[in-house]
C-alpha cells in the first residue's frame, strides 16, 4: 500500500507562506482600489470557493465601468 501524504521540509513551507501571504496582500491591495472589501480575497483560500468568487467578481456592477461620462464643461467660442 502507498502513503499519499506529502511531507514538505522547513523551506518548503515557509517558501510556500511567504508565497501565499504576499498573494493575499496584493489581491486584498487590488481589491480596494477596485472599491470592494479586501476580505474578499479570503474566499481565494478555499478550494472551489475561490473560482466562484473570482467568477463572481468579475460579472459584479463596477462602478468606474458603469458610470455615465460628465459633461463637457462650456467653453467659450474662439475668437472671444
Given at each position: 500500500?502507498?502513503?499519499?501524504?506529502?511531507?514538505?521540509?522547513?523551506?518548503?513551507?515557509?517558501?510556500?507562506?511567504?508565497v501565499?501571504?504576499?498573494?493575499?496582500?496584493a489581491?486584498?491591495?487590488?481589491?480596494?482600489?477596485?472599491g470592494?472589501?479586501?476580505?474578499w480575497?479570503?474566499?481565494?483560500?478555499?478550494?472551489y470557493?475561490n473560482?466562484?468568487?473570482?467568477?463572481?467578481?468579475?460579472f459584479?456592477?463596477?462602478?468606474?465601468?458603469?458610470?455615465?461620462?460628465?459633461?463637457?464643461?462650456?467653453?467659450?467660442?474662439?475668437?472671444?
Amino acid at each position: 500500500m502507498t502513503e499519499t501524504v506529502i511531507h514538505l521540509g522547513f523551506w518548503e513551507l515557509l517558501i510556500g507562506s511567504i508565497v501565499t501571504m504576499y498573494m493575499l496582500i496584493a489581491g486584498g491591495w487590488v481589491l480596494a482600489k477596485a472599491g470592494r472589501s479586501p476580505l474578499w480575497i479570503l474566499l481565494l483560500l478555499f478550494p472551489y470557493i475561490n473560482v466562484l468568487a473570482v467568477w463572481v467578481f468579475a460579472f459584479i456592477r463596477w462602478p468606474f465601468v458603469d458610470r455615465k461620462p460628465a459633461p463637457l464643461p462650456a467653453s467659450a467660442p474662439d475668437g472671444e
